[in-house]
């Protein structure tokens, strides 16, 4: 079975800085993909950022970017020049490529990122 | 743009009670998803969806039940509600394979019971 961990509950930065939300995984599937979901207060949760596990480059998406370490079953998120916007709780999830019978995403508990002015 | 509309943001249901959470997508997606979140736990698959009039039990699915008969609507049935069941509840939908495109949301239900 797949699992995701996300061990930092809470998370606070001042804006302008960066910030790195951590993540790790184990899946036994040898194909896969990674992603990173932020939820604002007004709870409309959105993609930010995804990563298939066969490439190697780390994604990027503007500000946020990952760190895949597919040794290590770790994928961070980092978050550039904090804006205020950014307060959310974001998720990581991870999935099989292959659209099996009850392939699923699993998601993380979560991590609360709050950015101070 | 891809929307996952749920038919309440907001609800509040006696302990009991029949309660009927609704969700539309509107991008012809083959599947669609029911999910709780709760402090903690983040978030916990219900039921699923692939393709119309089938449906197979998540991770926590005892009070629970679901309907597809139309590929665009996924219900989630709550026969008897209890107070465990008070929750966020998310509906969520992908077109196939979905693992390159993630997930769309709803914006959420939150239920009450009391």
């Known amino acids: 079975a797949q699992t995701v961990t996300q061990s930092q509950p809470e998370m606070s930065v001042q804006e302008a800085e960066t910030v790195t939300l951590s993540c790790t995984y184990d899946?036994?599937?040898?194909?896969?993909?990674l992603f990173w979901y932020k939820q604002p207060p007004s709870r409309q949760m959105i993609l930010v950022i995804r990563?298939?596990?066969?490439?190697?480059q780390n994604a990027t998406e503007n500000r946020f970017s990952v760190n895949f370490q597919k040794a290590a079953k770790s994928f961070s998120l980092k978050i550039s020049d904090s804006q205020l916007g950014d307060t959310a709780m974001y998720f990581c999830?991870?999935?099989?490529?292959?659209?099996?019978?009850?392939?699923?995403?699993?998601f993380g508990a979560g991590t609360i990122l709050r950015v101070k002015s | 743009d891809v929307k996952v509309t749920q038919s309440s943001r907001y609800l509040v249901k006696r302990t009991g009670e029949k309660v009927f959470l609704e969700c539309v997508q509107d991008?012809?997606?083959?599947?669609m998803f029911w999910y709780r979140q709760d402090p903690g736990l983040g978030l916990r698959l219900i039921y699923f969806?692939?393709?119309?009039?089938?449906?197979e039990k998540g991770d926590i699915p005892e009070g629970y039940s679901v309907s597809r008969e139309k590929k665009e609507r996924f219900s989630l049935i709550l026969e008897s509600a209890s107070t465990n069941q008070t929750s966020m509840y998310l509906c969520?939908?992908?077109?196939?394979?979905?693992?390159?495109?993630?997930?769309?949301f709803g914006s959420g239900t939150r239920l009450t019971v009391v």
């Open positions: 991008m012809d997606h083959e599947n």
């Open positions: 899946t036994s599937e040898s194909n896969y993909y």
């Open positions: 969806s692939y393709d119309v009039k089938m449906k």
């Open positions: 999830a991870s999935g099989p490529t292959e659209r099996g019978y009850g392939n699923k995403l699993v």
């Open positions: 969520a939908s992908s077109q196939a394979p979905w693992g390159a495109y993630g997930y769309t």
């Open positions: 990563q298939e596990a066969y490439k190697q």
